[in-house]
Structure formats: structure tokens, C-alpha cells
């Protein structure tokens, strides 16, 4: 299966900042390119083709501005590598059943701003790598380490044994402020699905819960704004 990433910006971040990625660049024949754009092109020489508009709608129905690259498919970082390289891996961000793109690419970005080491998610009921996910990490993506199991509670069993410590976001009775929270060095940073937040079946395997304090409960926060404050909390209290 091809991948592609479409839209004027989000292409060229990609042939600026990860050429190795890309296999080929679809321009639609009525547009004209920038100076600045046209000698991205030469310098990376990659292959371009001119398209008329019928065929890039045939490729994406999606707003492509009339930019759209075939990239190479994402690889994912095999799971079993944090337990043989645990050095390189102090902060991990752990994804259960996120289910909207625009989320996924959002918190992929915060996780990158904030140097989460690894996302470790569900290899079903997740959130596909797509292109939705790719131009909302704002170019991120192809940065960052994600690797999926097959069974979330297993994998965080096998992390806890390496040392580990479980931070579960919950809003529990038993729940604490995150201000609170003294992250240690090796840390699982557990978020949840939109709807139902993180499973009680991970909570219970989770080390501590803690909650974002609001000033109005009148809803909680959408998931890729609270893994933002999360990680910000966590970069804090590590000084």
C-alpha cells in the first residue's frame, strides 16, 4: 500500500527536513512553484511528476494544493528493543485507543517538543500512521520513535520489570493533582481514549493516577491538549 502526504507546506517540510523518506513528488501542472521551492526540488533531485488536476484528485481527495509526495511506509520501532537499549529510553508515552488522526498527530508533536523517548500504542483499535496524522505532528512524525503490541497491559508489566515507574492519567477518586506527581528517571506516561478515558484494567496495573486540575468541570480536556500539559508537568519536575 502507497503512502502519501499532500499540501503545500507539509511536503516541503518533508523534503527539507527528512528526503530520505521520500520516493516521488506529484505537481499539478496548472501551479506554479516558488524560486525558493523549485531549488528544493533541484538540490534533492528527486523524482517529479506533472499531473493535470483529475489525476492528483485520483490520488487524494483531500485539499493537496497541488503538492503531493509518495513517501516510504513509517517503521515502527520493535518493542522488544526498550528492554535491550533501556538507556536510551527514560521517558515513554503510552496510547491507549486514541482514535482520532488529528489527535494522534498533535500529541506525536508535543511527545517530540518534549523528548519522549518512545509512544508505545495497541497495534488495533488505534489510530492508523496516516497523512491526517503526519500533517498535524507538523512534520514530527518521521522524528519520532513509535512502536505497537498487541496487549497494552502485558507490555506495561514487561516495563515495570525493566524499572519502570506507571504514571496513569485518570480522573479517579484516588487520583492525584499532577503538581504532585515527582516523576522518576524512567517513566511510562499512560493517556486514553477520547471517550473513555484510560481502561480500569491499566489503571489498576498503573504505579500512580494522577488528574489535571480544571476550574470548571464542565467537561474534561481533549486528549492532545492534556498530554501537552502532561509533558510540560514532566519536563518541569525534572527540573
Known amino acids: ?14 523534503l527539507q527536513n527528512s528526503p530520505e ?13 516558488s524560486k ?20 492528483m484528485d485520483d490520488i487524494t481527495l483531500e485539499n493537496h494544493q497541488g503538492i503531493i509526495c509518495e513517501v516510504k511506509e513509517f517503521q515502527y520501532t ?11 529510553y527514560n521517558t515513554i508515552l503510552c496510547l491507549d485507543k486514541i482514535q482520532d488522526p488529528h489527535n494522534m498527530g ?4 508535543s511527545a517530540t517538543l518534549f523528548g519522549v523517548d518512545l509512544i508505545l500504542m495497541l497495534d488495533h483499535d488505534q489510530v492508523a500512521i496516516n497523512a491526517t496524522v503526519f500533517k498535524t505532528s507538523a512534520g514530527t512524525l518521521f522524528k519520532t520513535k513509535i512502536a505497537r503490541v498487541s496487549n497494552l497491559s502485558n507490555a506495561i508489566e514487561q516495563l515495570k520489570k525493566n524499572g519502570y515507574w ?6 479517579a477518586d484516588d487520583s492525584v493533582e499532577i503538581d504532585q ?13 477520547e471517550g ?16 489535571i486540575e480544571t476550574k470548571n468541570i464542565i467537561d474534561s480536556l481533549n486528549v492532545s491538549v492534556a498530554t501537552g500539559i502532561i509533558l510540560h508537568s514532566l519536563s518541569k519536575s525534572r527540573g
Not at 523518506?21 to 512553484?33: C, M, R, T
Not at 525558493?36 to 489525476?55: D, F, H, M, Q, Y
Not at 473513555?196 to 488528574?211: H, L, M, R, T
Open 78 to 88: 520493535h518493542f522488544g528493543d526498550v528492554g535491550k537499549n533501556i538507556d536510551k
Open 181 to 193: 506527581i515527582k516523576f522518576d528517571t524512567k517513566s511510562v506516561i499512560i493517556v486514553g481514549n
Open 36 to 55: 525558493s521551492e523549485t531549488e528544493i526540488l533541484n538540490t534533492l533531485k528527486v523524482s517529479v511528476t506533472k499531473l493535470p488536476r483529475r489525476k
Open 196 to 211: 473513555e478515558g484510560v481502561s480500569k484494567k491499566i489503571q489498576n496495573i498503573s504505579d500512580y493516577k494522577f488528574k
Open 166 to 171: 506507571i504514571y496513569c492519567s485518570a480522573l
Open 21 to 33: 523518506i521520500v520516493i516521488s513528488v506529484y505537481i499539478q501542472d496548472s501551479i506554479s512553484l
Open 106 to 109: 498533535a500529541i506525536i508533536r
Open 1 to 14: 500500500m502507497k503512502d502519501f502526504l499532500y499540501g503545500r507546506k507539509p511536503v516541503f517540510n518533508i
